[in-house]
């Protein structure tokens, strides 16, 4: 019987701690089958490299072609992402092995994002033991991002490295600076959001207790289409977004979608039309959802699509919005990796267009 391991991570990038898992995977079973995560997503902070980067960072470090496979990211459908990993890995056997297959899953009970490894009971666990290269991927991004020479020392929370990239494998520092020439615009502008959030978080880090952000987001459907802005400032700037943003100490959550709403592209709706179209509500709240800390916002869905009268309400944008725009519902996949934070998500659970729900 062939042991299998399974390794899951967004290897953004691949660092050593990565690499020790494959090493002591590729010694410890048959085959090794690594799956990448947040296939397709935007490109950020968090998510700043493509799969296919990704895919040749582990291809360097000597993981098979034919074993790599990716997945994209369900926030808030955690059961749809497990078995689309089952399924993943159940194709890859039919192709590659057949039967007479031992599969478990390999990782380490590293902090509180780890919970997933308890959600395989099919497959058997592998714990990877304790690390020699502890330093994760994000604070190689912190590096990466935040200084134009490689060399200069910096702090990320808790800890002191003297040069980023000493955390990741060799071949991989020479992928990242040929990605870095040939994405110098886009090497620029997460430079530029490191800082803005590097700063946003230096504001609260003598608060009482980690904040907690509210923000409200609209979103309206009107005759096939649904309203977006592109915002005008850091963070995601010029990202696809729902208008939305923080509500007022004295105002009721409604009150301030509607504001913000307003503020943002001077819709030519009725308050109290928008009011009665109102559909539902909804609170998004993954941890990760946005740089700058933890913010959870309430999703207001106006739904005036049986509203047939007339052409589509005028807008203009305003405020933190660069620009707004009506975007057809139909051709919503062809932007959905220009979208800021999770927003591309919400929409698509919300319109029940997304096939996990």
Not at 29 to 56: M, Y
Request: hydrophobic share 35%; proline share 4%; charged share 30%.
């Amino acid at each position: 019987m062939k042991k299998v391991a399974v390794f899951v991570g967004r290897f953004q990038p691949v660092a050593l701690a990565h690499q020790e898992i494959i090493e002591k995977a590729k010694k410890e079973f048959d085959e090794l089958v690594v799956i990448i995560g947040s296939d397709g997503a935007t490109c950020s902070l968090r998510n700043p490299f493509s799969t296919e980067i990704r895919r040749k960072m582990l291809e360097s470090v000597g993981v098979k072609p034919e074993n790599i496979l990716s997945i994209r990211d369900s926030y808030y459908n955690f059961n749809w992402w497990v078995q689309s990993i089952y399924e993943l890995v159940e194709k890859w056997r039919k192709i590659n092995i057949g039967n007479g297959v031992e599969i478990s899953i390999i990782g380490h009970y590293k902090d509180i994002d780890s919970y997933w490894l308890n959600a395989f009971p099919k497959w058997k666990f592998f714990d990877s033991g304790k690390l020699e290269n502890n330093i994760g991927a994000t604070i190689v991004r912190f590096g990466f991002f935040n200084k134009l020479k490689d060399a200069e020392p910096f702090t990320h929370d808790y800890y002191k490295i003297k040069n980023f990239s000493q955390e990741i494998p060799n071949e991989i520092y020479e992928i990242l600076k040929e990605w870095k020439d040939d994405n110098i615009k886009t090497w620029n502008t997460l430079n530029e959001e490191m800082k803005f959030v590097t700063n946003y978080k230096k504001k609260w880090k003598d608060a009482p207790y980690p904040p907690i952000f509210t923000t409200v987001d609209s979103l309206i459907e009107y005759n096939d289409h649904i309203l977006l802005i592109k915002r005008g400032k850091l963070p995601g700037k010029g990202l696809y977004a729902l208008p939305g943003g923080f509500i007022e100490p004295n105002e009721k959550i409604l009150d301030g979608a509607l504001r913000e709403l307003y503020e943002e592209t001077n819709i030519k709706i009725d308050n109290g039309f928008l009011k009665y179209m109102l559909k539902e509500v909804k609170v998004f709240d993954d941890i990760h959802r946005d740089e700058r800390g933890r913010i959870i916002t309430h999703l207001y869905h106006f739904d005036c699509y049986n509203n047939r009268i007339g052409e589509l309400p005028e807008i203009m944008a305003g405020d933190d919005a660069n620009e707004v725009i009506w975007y057809p519902i139909d051709k919503l996949n062809e932007i959905s990796n220009q979208f800021y934070s999770d927003h591309f998500k919400i929409i698509m659970i919300i319109l029940e267009k997304n096939n996990e729900n």
